[in-house]
């Protein structure tokens, strides 16, 4: 897997075991806790045949072109710089996963994808469990919600590989307002998996998709992505699950066109930057605010430092409201 490019922010590297003692009891629920779009996208690999949830003109594009149309597609596809021990040393505890087989690949190996393939699963999963073994107060959350490709030996595989990785780390699920800090300290648990596909019922530490929302705004306007994840968070009200504020513009194909050189972060995330990081520290989190949220290129715009000091501004908040 390629190293980091980003450069990761150790300040935040145990951020969860710093917090004062008043928010260990608080449930991670309605905790702000920063997170990454598209974990992995900061490997794609241009060898690779293209994502099977592709449409036949970007197949076909790909067909004709060859490598340049790879090479254009990575600059759009890559969401993310640093991998993924480098965003958990920055403070990202919210991990966004798609997951794919290769077509007629022999080994029946599962890949993270985003229209072009990235590392294998087991590596990524190998390096956030090395992570966690060395923070050992540190919580992440895995949301595996997209699969192409995927049959029911390759779930049994993930679920497989899962246990083998992660082990004791893996909670199991319970009522989302159980889990606290504290909770999952006595218990020595780290890893809360959520798992967009029937064969959570099955198996007791993969929670469902439906207790991980992520409403995507699906805009390429700064305004008209401010104003869904307002309403959003305020329908979130009294849902009793976690929630996911996806701070994330998504290109149109004349976007696309427009800077194909260019790519997504310098075409629309940077532009954009300064009115969602406004948006992102007007935000409360708690039951009725924002819980989790993501964002692309997570080391911009102190994104990372800006999300976690919610859950000071919550305390200061209650402290006024007691007085």
Request: a negative charge.
């Amino acid at each position: 897997m390629a190293s980091s490019h980003g450069r990761s922010d150790l300040r935040f590297a145990d951020w969860m075991a710093s917090l004062p003692q008043s928010m260990h009891a608080v449930p991670l629920a309605n905790m702000a806790i920063p997170g990454s779009h598209d974990s992995f996208s900061f490997y794609i690999d241009e060898a690779s045949p293209v994502g099977p949830e592709q449409p036949e003109t970007v197949q076909n594009f790909v067909s004709v072109f060859g490598t340049v149309a790879k090479k254009l597609m990575r600059k759009w596809l890559a969401t993310q710089t640093m991998n993924f021990i480098s965003q958990l040393e920055a403070g990202i505890r919210f991990f966004d996963l798609r997951i794919s087989t290769k077509p007629r690949d022999p080994d029946n190996e599962l890949y993270f994808a985003h229209g072009l393939f990235s590392a294998t699963v087991r590596e990524g999963l190998e390096q956030i469990s090395c992570f966690l073994s060395a923070h050992a107060k540190e919580v992440v959350f895995l949301d595996f919600n997209h699969f192409y490709g995927v049959q029911n030996l390759h779930h049994e595989k993930l679920v497989a590989m899962l246990k083998e990785v992660f082990g004791e780390k893996l909670c199991p699920v319970v009522f989302a307002q159980e889990v606290t800090l504290k909770y999952l300290w006595e218990k020595e648990y780290q890893v809360l998996v959520f798992y967009h596909h029937p064969m959570a019922l099955e198996v007791p530490f993969l929670w469902p998709g439906q207790m991980m929302p992520a409403p995507w705004a699906n805009t390429t306007d700064p305004e008209k992505l401010v104003q869904f994840l307002q309403a959003s968070v305020t329908d979130r009200r009294r849902k009793g699950t976690f929630f996911v504020s996806q701070v994330v513009l998504t290109p149109k194909a004349s976007t696309v066109m427009k800077g194909v050189a260019s790519g997504l972060r310098e075409t629309i995330t940077e532009r954009a930057l300064p009115g969602m990081m406004q948006w992102i520290r007007s935000q409360r989190p708690g039951e009725n605010g924002i819980n989790i949220i993501t964002a692309d290129f997570v080391e911009l715009g102190e994104f990372i430092s800006a999300v976690i000091s919610l859950n000071y501004h919550h305390l200061n908040d209650e402290d006024d409201d007691a007085t």
